[in-house]
């Protein structure tokens, strides 16, 4: 049976005259839904916009990587995850018939969550509204905004419902509404990167019969049911399966969307014996681009209509998550009047330097998997020849980097280490999970973290903090204390006994204290919420 998304009613139009809303979010979609969740959980009033009124159609982003788990794990999905979603860890790419090699995404225990885990996005989409609801976010599904006009003080929209128009004034405009963002295309802005002209067709399998493709990322260049281009196949959950068929530039959209020649491919690639069900086929072309600021005065732009990355390497969906994550507690905290002027400044540095990581990693992937000439066709099947038995080629081979976690050495939120510091996670770094026991009871340190800033301190005790939370770890087991009895906390972090991580409120790590000095934490809590000095 084919999946159905569930259906929301439209929200009834506002009493004649203009509304104003503090926070509202342009777009419904994963990015949205989990930014407006984040700031409802901050106890922001959000209001979201969505011309729709339901959940994405097709699996769409469909690999969740370790830090978006964590992420929406904070925000109390990470269960469903991982009971709805199927997780691995191993990818394989194939030359023609032949493994050219296998890789392991978490080659290291000890982490709550894995490496990925495979769901089609309307199942988290729902889950979010769901979430959104009960943390009172104010969701207006089947309003359209149709005009839009920003000044300093924030942006005033029209919006188009069923019961007719009306006027909404917004304090702060969050655009979370994809590729084709009309908040962008009403101010003008344009992207810049690169439009690549290969046509790769999605088909969302529905498989009955038995397949021998474990849950794994397999990955072909040139296989016999494909002949001279590639494909990637995902296992997703309720036996979907994704299948990614690279067409070429010259592929006629309307012929190669026919059902029966979506088909035929499939049946080439599972053999004539394998029963399936196609559930959604689309097209798509690779776009490496990005807008020059997120930051617009008082709209701010986050996901697609951000930034745009190829399918393949998982970094589109991912690298949304990772934008709401980074902007919440951001905003959040100018709402409070607890950030200094550097704070919400710093989320353009930041996602700006992680979506440039992504755009880098997507065109080289793009260009190695579709060779715009005959010397770079020549050098991608010779390294594909050689990785079976070199190192060195397997290196170079490139299906799609993975999506990892930002990682922001240069962030102006970073404080230099206060102390010496043996090595581990440094500042800017997300922070690392570990396995702990608290009483005897498995738990993680990913739990403890996140929301608010935290002092993670190892085996020592510290005296309170103001605006800090401590959580204390021990090396020894000690009656209601988190112990690190793997070692591994301490491992992960560097961390001497009696030291000290500042954690902020998204989980990235802001400073390091080798002991305890409550000056030198004041100081450092100041420049990662945007102030120079502490504030009087």
Not at 197 to 207: H, S, T, Y
Not at 348 to 360: Q, V, Y
């Amino acid at each position: 049976m084919r999946h159905v998304n569930p259906r929301y009613p439209a929200a009834p139009r506002p009493d004649p005259g203009e509304d104003h809303r503090t926070v509202v979010v342009v777009g419904g979609g994963l990015v949205g839904l989990t930014l407006a969740l984040d700031l409802a959980r901050h106890g922001v009033a959000v209001t979201l916009l969505d011309e729709e009124d339901s959940v994405a159609t097709g699996s769409r982003a469909i690999c969740f990587a370790q830090r978006s788990l964590e992420i929406l794990a904070r925000l109390g999905l990470g269960a469903r995850l991982l009971d709805k979603g199927v997780t691995w860890q191993t990818g394989r790419v194939f030359h023609g018939q032949r493994e050219a090699f296998a890789f392991d995404l978490l080659p290291e225990a000890g982490h709550e969550y894995p490496a990925f885990v495979n769901i089609p996005q309307y199942h988290v989409e729902a889950w979010l509204v769901e979430a959104c609801a009960a943390a009172s976010v104010d969701l207006r599904w089947r309003h359209a905004v149709t005009g839009l006009a920003s000044d300093a003080a924030g942006a005033t929209l029209q919006v188009e419902t069923p019961d007719g128009p009306y006027r909404l004034r917004a304090d702060w405009l969050l655009a979370c509404d994809g590729a084709r963002s009309f908040v962008r295309r009403s101010l003008g802005l344009a992207f810049q990167g690169q439009v690549f002209p290969d046509r790769f067709l999605i088909a969302d399998v529905v498989i009955k019969g038995e397949v021998a493709f474990p849950a794994e990322r397999w990955f072909w260049f040139d296989p016999p049911f494909h002949p001279g281009q590639s494909v990637l196949l995902h296992k997703q959950p309720d036996d979907l399966w994704r299948i990614d068929f690279q067409l070429g530039a010259e592929a006629d959209a309307a012929i190669e969307t026919e059902p029966g020649r979506v088909r035929d491919r499939v049946a080439a690639m599972l053999g004539p014996a394998v029963p399936f069900e196609l559930e959604w086929v689309s097209l798509y072309s690779f776009r490496c681009r990005r807008l020059d600021r997120f930051i617009h005065g008082r709209v701010i732009f986050a996901g697609d209509s951000a930034h745009q990355v190829s399918p393949f390497g998982a970094r589109g969906g991912n690298g949304g998550l990772q934008d709401a994550d980074n902007l919440a507690w951001k905003l959040a905290a100018v709402l409070r009047g607890q950030a200094g002027p550097a704070l919400l400044a710093s989320y353009d540095a930041e996602r700006i330097a992680a979506a440039d990581e992504n755009i880098l990693h997507s065109t080289r992937a793009t260009d190695f998997i579709s060779p715009k000439t005959a010397a770079a066709r020549a050098y991608r099947d010779a390294v594909l020849e050689l990785a079976p038995r070199h190192a060195f080629a397997r290196a170079m081979v490139n299906s799609g980097r993975l999506s990892r976690p930002a990682h922001l050495p240069d962030s102006p939120l970073n404080a230099a280490d206060d102390g010496p510091w043996p090595g581990g996670a440094a500042p800017g770094s997300p922070a690392p999970d570990a396995p702990l026991l608290r009483d005897g009871q498995p738990d993680w340190l990913l739990r403890h973290l996140g929301g608010d800033f935290a002092l993670l301190v190892f085996d020592a005790v510290w005296a309170p903090v103001a605006g800090l939370r401590l959580v204390f770890l021990t090396a020894e087991e000690t009656p209601g204390a988190l112990w690190d009895h793997t070692g591994l906390a301490a491992a992960r972090y560097g961390a001497p006994p009696g030291g000290a991580v500042l954690i902020r409120p998204d989980q990235h790590i802001a400073a390091r204290f080798a002991a305890p000095r409550p000056q030198a934490v004041r100081a450092a809590l100041a420049v990662a919420t945007g102030w120079k000095e502490p504030p009087a």
